[in-house]
């Protein structure tokens, strides 16, 4: 540590470990300052899922048990078919048995009301009882009416509406009767001045009375089962209110509590990260001086030394390692500068072998391997060329009678002057094998090859170089001359052969002239054009 602070040259694992241990340290104090308030908010959610979790479970469960039970009730008060009502009362039943093993208050007093939706249901079911005995009476006394009316033979009441399906309260229930009784006020007024319809009067009368009694006991009943509902789903809204009440609470405590350990946690973990954050600040600028700034500095000097320049100096680094890689560069420079004269060398010599593979040693012009090489570029080009192919006349003569030195040297000047008369890059001549030649010119016409090819025979004839076996008695050559106005690879080997057919027509024409093969361009054209479709 001594060394770190002091900047002495350390190795590059102390180097890290002095790095690496601060932070360390500060995550254990972290740890130890944060794991009792862990370990407590690990209770309290342990206490949340072990003891409170089930109660607000429960809860939930009683609160919709109440809710079901209320809705049986409200089935049980207001249901018309008596199977109806039955199913309801059985599911009120099956509900508070459930309930029955539940020892919280709210379930006792649930069960405490079994007795009243007992008696809710019996006075329900004797409602339905006085309905059927209501219904009875209206026909009864509808009957009487109705014979009254036929024995009169006038109508004696408008119409008259019985109103008292399902609960309709007993406000409603008393006004219905009061309609009643002031439809029916003319039939008791004619029946009471009238002694010849005595008999059917008393019929209308007995089943009248019968009704309004039926009818007032059916409201007595509604009302005391109105009041009972009243009161039933007044104490059932109020278990689930308190239900509710209670697991809210419950919730709230719980919340609280794991509210005031995750605070604390927060602020913890805030404090450690910005901690954390000084702490890499300060790592990253020791880095950045001790490691990449050194790395930078060295990767610079390897650019240098890949262009060829000089190393610049590096100061000292502070890791070791690092240190022995600036101290290596200089000896690279000078490996690499020696290797780079070896380098150039090689290269002097690659270039040297490869311009003797594509030359003929003795004429000093391109040779067979250089002819095809340029034939093969020019064929990937598709574009117009022209080939000549000559030879010597009479060669084998010349050098069996003059010796093979001459010979050479015949045809060293036979080629170095046939150079010199071809001019520009797109005409090239090589030597083709022994004594035959070859010149290759690419877009130009028929007619102008040969014209080149004339210029040459001439150029040669010019050169006035004995030979005692030739007839005109000087060195001459015969030429054959093929062009073709899209050079492919497929067309390639057609315009050689022809070319040396052009040059077979020529010496035996007499030789010392240039031939043209015509039908090799009427060819070569059809075969562009196929191309071309």
Request: aromatic content about 6%; overall charge neutral.
């Amino acid at each position: 540590m001594i060394g770190f602070i002091r900047n002495k040259p350390l190795p590059a694992r102390r180097y890290l470990i002095l790095l690496v241990l601060p932070w360390c340290l500060m995550l254990l104090l972290t740890v130890a300052v944060l794991w009792p308030y862990l370990a407590g908010f690990r209770t309290t959610v342990k206490t949340l899922q072990d003891v409170h979790l089930p109660g607000i479970l429960e809860a939930q469960r009683t609160r919709t048990n109440l809710n079901m039970l209320l809705k049986q009730l409200v089935i049980i008060y207001l249901a018309e078919a008596p199977l109806e009502r039955r199913r309801a009362r059985l599911h009120a039943q099956a509900l508070l048995a459930g309930m029955a093993h539940d020892p919280s208050p709210v379930a006792t007093e649930v069960l405490a009301l079994g007795p009243r939706i007992r008696q809710l249901y019996m006075i329900c079911m004797e409602a339905d009882k006085g309905l059927s005995r209501l219904h009875r009476h209206e026909m009864e006394m509808m009957l009487a009416l109705n014979s009254l009316e036929q024995a009169t033979g006038r109508k004696m009441a408008g119409e008259v509406i019985f109103s008292h399906t399902g609960r309709d309260g007993v406000r409603h229930g008393r006004m219905a009767f009061e309609k009643m009784q002031r439809l029916l006020a003319p039939v008791e007024q004619m029946c009471a001045g009238s002694e010849e319809f005595r008999d059917i009067c008393d019929q209308f009368g007995k089943h009248k009375r019968a009704l309004g009694e039926t009818w007032r006991e059916k409201l007595a009943i509604d009302a005391q089962a109105r009041a009972l509902w009243q009161s039933l789903e007044d104490e059932l809204l109020r278990l689930v209110n308190e239900v509710s009440s209670r697991e809210l609470q419950q919730s709230l405590e719980e919340a609280e509590s794991l509210s005031e350990a995750t605070d604390y946690i927060v602020w913890s973990i805030f404090l450690f990260t910005l901690g954390l954050l000084a702490f890499l600040l300060v790592l990253l600028l020791l880095l950045r001086r001790d490691l990449l700034r050194p790395l930078v500095r060295i990767a610079g000097n390897l650019s240098r030394l890949r262009d060829g320049m000089q190393p610049e100096p590096i100061p000292a680094v502070r890791i070791t390692e690092l240190q022995e890689v600036v101290d290596i560069v200089p000896d690279i420079s000078g490996y690499l500068g020696s290797l780079k004269e070896r380098s150039c060398r090689l290269e002097e010599e690659k270039d040297a072998y490869s311009r003797m593979s594509l030359m003929d040693s003795l004429t000093g012009i391109p040779n067979r391997r250089a002819l095809d090489m340029r034939l093969a570029d020019l064929a990937e080009l598709r574009q117009a060329a022209s080939l000549i192919m000559l030879d010597v006349d009479l060669f084998k003569i010349y050098n069996d009678t003059l010796g093979h030195q001459e010979g050479d040297a015949c045809l060293h000047r036979v080629a170095q002057a046939m150079r010199d008369g071809l001019r520009g890059g797109d005409r090239e001549i090589f030597r083709y094998g022994g004594e035959e030649f070859a010149v290759v010119l690419d877009e130009v016409s028929p007619e102008h090859a040969l014209h080149v090819a004339e210029r040459l025979r001439q150029t040669v004839e010019q050169l006035g170089i004995p030979h005692p076996g030739s007839p005109a008695g000087h060195v001459t050559i015969s030429l054959g001359v093929a062009a073709v106005e899209v050079l492919t690879p497929e067309t390639l080997p057609r315009l050689l052969e022809t070319a040396d057919s052009a040059l077979y027509s020529a010496k035996e024409q007499g030789r010392n002239r240039v031939h043209l093969a015509g039908e090799l361009v009427k060819k070569s054209a059809c075969l562009a054009a196929g191309d071309r479709l």
